[in-house]
């Protein structure tokens, strides 16, 4: 597509429920990447793929959050049981490759609430 | 102590005013990006510097590697510039970005 898409755009849940945010990177990117952003912070690294693989995971907060990338274009970032401390904006990013001379294009973000 | 501050916080000025905003790190890096964020969560990419100056249109980015140390400046700013300023690093060694606390700069006319 033009450009990194993410779904839904809003998403409103229940504390201890599941949710599944979608990322489609730009077709042909290879480094796919998962951020947080809590309100008046900047983003936070949450894991990093170059193709199907999790090159790096270490932002990952705890065991409630996977993310997949099983064909090595659309990514989905899991969370289980979900916690109010859970909202924030999770935004993806996707780039042409793992150099740092690429760019990165982000997505819009999804806006996650857990009430 | 966060790898990136930003400074300041917050910035308000009149349109036509020269802005600056600063960007500090504390860790060796690769490349540092400057972002725009508007309201609604969209990033923007507007530099990526490693050495040196870039301008584009009203805008310049430039870093001191050695002082660890970038700025962006807005010339005869505009109130369509209001936006949060993000200064993000790439870690030497790693493929992901650090990001500051952002920049909220609003441009009143």
């Known amino acids: 597509g033009a450009g990194v898409s993410q779904t839904p755009s809003n998403k409103v849940t229940e504390k201890g429920k599941y949710v599944e945010l979608r990322c489609d990177p730009i077709s042909g990117h290879t480094a796919l990447y998962w951020y947080r952003q809590s309100l008046g912070q900047g983003p936070e690294f949450l894991i990093y793929f170059q193709g199907t693989g999790a090159a790096d995971d270490s932002g990952l907060p705890n065991d409630r959050f996977f993310a997949v990338r099983p064909e090595g274009s659309v990514s989905t970032l899991k969370i289980q049981r979900t916690e109010r401390g859970d909202s924030a904006v999770y935004l993806c990013?996707?780039?042409?490759?793992?150099?740092?001379?690429?760019?990165?294009?982000f997505g819009s973000g999804t806006r996650l609430t857990v009430v | 102590k966060n790898e990136v501050e930003q400074s300041p916080q917050n910035l308000t000025a009149q349109e036509g005013e020269f802005i600056t905003i600063n960007c500090s790190y504390s860790?060796?890096?690769?490349?540092l990006h400057w972002l725009q964020q508007h309201p609604g969560g969209g990033i923007v990419s507007l530099f990526m510097l490693s050495s040196g100056k870039k301008k584009h249109g009203r805008l310049i980015a430039t870093i001191n590697i050695q002082e660890k140390h970038s700025s962006l400046h807005i010339t005869a700013s505009h109130p369509r510039d209001s936006a949060v300023y993000i200064c993000?690093?790439?870690?030497?060694?790693?493929?992901?970005?650090?990001f500051g606390q952002g920049t909220r700069l609003t441009i009143n006319p």
């Open positions: 990013a996707s780039s042409p490759g793992p150099y740092v001379n690429y760019g990165y294009t």
């Open positions: 993000a690093v790439i870690i030497q060694g790693a493929q992901k970005l650090v």
């Open positions: 860790v060796g890096i690769s490349a």
